[in-house]
């Protein structure tokens, strides 16, 4: 099933263990970026994923092209042109002390792709998905008319149409987000957010909240998500539920609202995670949820399948969630106790 993703893949530098950047005579190198992350976790759970971007045409842009086809990602439809990939520095948090991002991926090879760089028709031919994230059209006015070209194009081919909403406040504002990004929700089928990236980028509010205090008031939730079902006739609405009591240690759960959960959505199961990295535990939700509603009986089945795949994401260092589904099943079945394998 070929399912495309849409997004900017990028270089990151980490310090050692948790080493901070002034400590750091060195740094661990890797690739990643919302949308490679996606369509990484589906590789690895046998679909065709193909990833749609744009990378320069010399030995750093070819590296994160073989990054990307070492995990069976269809590269196809990366454009290889322009002068830097992106790039990002990670310190990674512990205990009570925040992770860290600082962001140098100002004039990127795909923050300058144009609409002409790419036939968005032949691109998405045959795809039964598309998914993209509000980090995307975060990047500029050129990037945001390609993303408008590539979902006309899933439109035309029949695809469903999947956002992660994703909001970065060092790439753009609250204003210049909802202005984009609420035009954006009509060609979306499925939306994915949490709490702070509904607020900022739709304007949407939740109360009873307090996930810094590791406090959730479900009902918040739940009116969310029925708000903004109702607001952008959504197929699906999936909100993330984290409750971080520390950077080592959060609880994570999701709620889903779709039409087979009539008025009251789904609660996932509920995950006590001590983490190990996790930068891409968002994405590996959302592929997961597409993987899951594509595949699996019911969409209760699916966001359960989600959950248990970015709870496993939150053990792995980088950005990429390297699980099979096999492995993603056995947490479902409450095999999660972390005993030796023999």
């Known amino acids: 099933m070929k399912i495309c993703t849409m997004g900017e893949l990028m270089l990151r530098f980490s310090p050692p263990e948790f080493d901070r950047f002034t400590q750091a005579s060195s740094f661990n190198v890797s690739f990643g970026g919302s949308e490679a992350n996606v369509a990484v976790s589906l590789a690895q759970y046998g679909q065709k994923a193909t990833f749609i971007s744009r990378l320069p045409a010399h030995a750093i842009g070819q590296a994160a092209v073989n990054d990307l086809r070492r995990c069976g990602v269809d590269t196809d439809y990366i454009v290889r042109n322009g002068e830097r990939i992106g790039i990002y520095f990670l310190e990674k948090g512990a205990s009570q002390r925040p992770s860290q991002v600082i962001y140098d991926r100002a004039h990127s090879a795909f923050s300058q792709m144009e609409p002409g760089d790419l036939d968005w028709e032949e691109a998405l031919r045959g795809a039964a998905w598309f998914h993209w994230s509000g980090i995307t059209p975060a ?28 909001f970065r406040a060092k790439l753009w504002t609250e204003k210049e987000a909802q202005a984009v ?44 998500a029925h708000e903004l079902k109702d607001a952008f006739n959504f197929r699906t609405v999936a909100i993330t539920l984290r409750e971080s009591f520390s950077a080592s240690r959060n609880a994570w759960s999701a709620l889903l609202h779709d039409d087979q959960a009539c008025r009251t959505p789904y609660r996932s199961t509920r995950y006590d995670i001590q983490i190990v990295d996790r930068v891409g535990a968002g994405d590996s939700f959302a592929a997961g949820l597409i993987y899951g509603l594509l595949t699996r009986d019911s969409s209760q089945g699916a966001l359960e399948f989600a959950v248990a795949a970015s709870c496993l994401k939150h053990t792995l260092p980088g950005d990429y969630n390297l699980v099979t589904e096999g492995e993603v099943l056995k947490l479902m079945r409450g095999q999660g106790s972390g005993r030796v394998e023999r």
């Open 181 to 224: 990004m609420q035009p954006l929700m009509e060609y979306v089928d499925v939306c994915i957010a949490n709490e702070e990236d509904a607020q900022r980028s739709l304007g949407f509010s939740v109360s009873g909240a307090n996930v810094e205090q590791g406090q959730l008031d479900e009902s918040g939730y739940i009116t969310l």
């Open 139 to 166: 990047l500029g006015k050129n990037v945001q008319a390609c993303l408008k070209a590539a979902c006309v194009a899933a439109k035309k081919a029949g695809a469903y149409i999947s956002c992660d909403l994703n």
